[in-house]
């Protein structure tokens, strides 16, 4: 059999099963004449006539029940299983790949999965922290998570967290100790824990505004990290000042590992979104992903902490 011998063989059952070429075909999306120019062809690759016909009725013959009960049951497995990957594509399952910051990690991304996993026992999540970029096509990546202002245009961007606002801070002890600074100018005279990023090239500069004036500061210190945990870690252990994400040292700050200073410098900008490409279409489990955060997200802007 070279041509279509699985649907020539439905074709077959159908008629089979509704004693007529009208019936049939109707059942299976054809026209009659097209069902009967399957049969003819299929009976002339067996050899043998599979149906008798008359004007008023058509009978399987001998050959074609032989050949119904044997195949029978395979046709209905085939059926059964397509049925099940028609469900299947309409339920969320599966892993989807993110690249992600550790601060987005941290604050956004996890207690939205806490939430979200026991809802959706087939849905894995793999998230990958990265201090720099990541080409998430080229690295077969679901999506990615950074800041509005950083995401590339081609991409399809989804507002995940609030604006954000960054925080000059240190231990109670190195201010007691040194001072706290007034300006961004008098940094200068300050140990600080400078960032080292990928995207940056160089040494990650302290990025300050008042009053629509920019003010970019490249700070010294002795220690030099890739990631905000140990420049935190730092910082609270009296190693220097730290420029870090407000919503990453909220609670240092509460309970007074570390104090703020030069918040009047510190102007909010775009926050997190989670971005992935325009030309890809979304899984079941992407699309409740992205809900659950863009409720997080309505909920903060909102003002209303996220249950």
């Known amino acids: 059999m070279t041509r279509q011998p699985i649907n020539d063989l439905v074709a077959l059952r159908a008629i089979v099963r509704e004693r007529s070429f009208t019936r049939a075909a109707a059942q299976i999306g054809v026209s009659p004449s097209a069902l009967s120019h399957a049969i003819r062809g299929l009976e002339e690759r067996v050899g043998v006539r599979l149906l008798t016909r008359t004007t008023r009725s058509v009978a399987p013959t001998d050959a074609a029940e032989r050949l119904l ?38 604050t956004i991304l996890w207690p939205t999965l806490a939430d979200l996993l026991p809802a959706y026992p087939d849905v894995q999540v793999e998230l990958s922290v990265e201090t720099g970029f990541v080409d998430i096509v080229a690295e077969r990546f679901d999506a990615g998570v950074r800041l509005g202002e950083t995401v590339a245009q081609d991409m399809i961007a989804v507002r995940i967290g609030p604006d954000m606002r960054m925080a000059a801070v240190a231990s109670p002890a190195y201010l007691t100790a040194r001072g706290p600074p007034m300006t961004p100018h008098d940094l200068a005279a300050h140990v600080c824990i400078n960032l080292r990023f990928p995207t940056h090239g160089g040494l990650y500069a302290w990025e300050f505004e008042r009053g629509g004036r920019a003010l970019n500061v490249r700070v010294k210190g002795q220690l030099i990290v ?11 252990d009296s190693a220097g000042m730290a420029y870090l994400p407000e919503d990453y040292i909220r609670a240092d700050m509460a309970e007074g590992r570390l104090v ?48």
């Open 226 to 236: 890739n990631d905000i945990v140990l420049a935190r870690q730092a910082a609270r």
């Open 260 to 307: 703020r200073v030069l918040a009047d410098w510190c102007p909010p900008f775009p926050g997190y979104y989670l971005y992935y490409p325009s030309r890809r279409q979304l899984s079941p489990a992407m699309s409740v992903l992205i809900e659950a955060l863009r409720s997080r997200s309505r909920l903060a802007l909102e003002g209303t902490p996220p249950v």
């Open 69 to 106: 009960d044997a195949i029978g049951p395979h046709l209905d497995g085939i059926e059964t299983e397509l049925a099940t990957l028609s469900t299947l594509r309409e339920k969320p399952a599966g892993t989807i790949r993110i690249t992600t910051g550790i601060d987005a990690a941290q």
